[in-house]
């Protein structure tokens, strides 16, 4: 699966080249109507910018063995008197070598490995369309046990709230996104979910669309020993706007280093993003 994936990506990267090759001239940064920048938007988890991204993530060093994810996140926001109803989904496919822990599966079980869908996670986020200078949308966050595979996911309903505050300076955008999951129905022979994450992000943009990134998402499973508690990776990357054809786009690379981490999980992992942008 990795091979596809990274096959997927190398022939996204030529079309891409072969449609600017063919323009006489470099375009600025694609722009939503209005005058606004769409960079703004696609930096605001929360915003009323439709988009469809597929984020491809890549895990090195876990004692089990490499670990490849595709998730596919869909935004839709939806405009209802003075408040955005931003709607998120994570929709994840894993190719595990056995027992893997992530994000969206806090609690694995040993096997010999899978490929399919692991557990989908929704959230709803409240935001005021009007604002001062910080953003912010609060709401509810649930994960179904949608998994092809018992070793893909936790086999347990899970919810919560979720929460985000950022602002956007002339310069790019810094803020926090937050979410408490715990579990209240599932297979009684599988551990319960009581998880944290946080996710601290910082963009600083550069000219002609580019960017740079840092977005750290730490995961604790308050379930686990002290000591194995903690994910904390530490790292960034690199990312642009540009259009094929009429079609708005944002690429991005990070990469990323566990410097706190269970004996279970990787290293280190990079990955890329491939985001299809829907501006109004």
């Not at 027992?99 to 040993?110: G, H, L, S």
């Amino acid at each position: 699966m990795r091979s596809k994936i990274i096959l997927i990506f190398l022939n996204i990267i030529l079309a891409t080249g072969i449609v600017q090759a063919q323009e006489a001239t470099e375009e600025p940064a694609p722009q939503a109507r209005g005058g606004e920048d769409l960079r703004a938007k696609v930096q605001n988890p929360i915003s009323s910018l439709i988009s469809l991204p597929f984020k491809f993530t890549f895990d090195y060093g876990a004692p089990n063995g490499e670990a490849s994810f595709l998730n596919i996140q869909p935004v839709v926001p939806v405009t209802v008197g003075d408040w955005n109803l931003v709607n998120r989904a994570i929709i994840p496919l894993v190719d595990s070598p056995g027992e893997v822990n992530t994000p969206d599966n806090p609690n694995p079980i040993p096997g010999d490995g899978a490929t399919g869908l692991g557990d989908i996670n929704y959230s709803l986020f409240f935001s005021p369309v009007k604002y001062d200078k910080a953003i912010w949308g609060i709401g509810p966050s649930v994960t179904f046990p949608s998994a092809t595979s018992d070793q893909l996911g936790s086999e347990k309903w899970s919810t919560g709230p979720t929460a985000v505050v950022l602002s956007q300076p002339k310069w790019g955008s810094i803020g926090i996104l937050g979410r408490h999951l715990w579990s209240f129905a599932g297979e009684s022979d599988r551990a319960d979910v009581n998880q944290s994450l946080i996710e601290p992000f910082l963009n600083y943009n550069l000219p002609e669309g580019w960017y740079l990134i840092t977005d750290i998402i730490m995961t604790a499973n308050w379930d686990a020993d002290s000591d194995q508690c903690w994910t904390i990776p530490l790292g960034g990357g690199v990312g642009k706007l540009f259009k094929i054809g009429t079609q708005a786009m944002n690429a991005r690379t990070e990469a990323y280093y566990n410097v706190e981490k269970p004996n279970t999980a990787p290293d280190w992992q990079w990955g890329f993003t491939i985001q299809f942008l829907f501006p109004k």
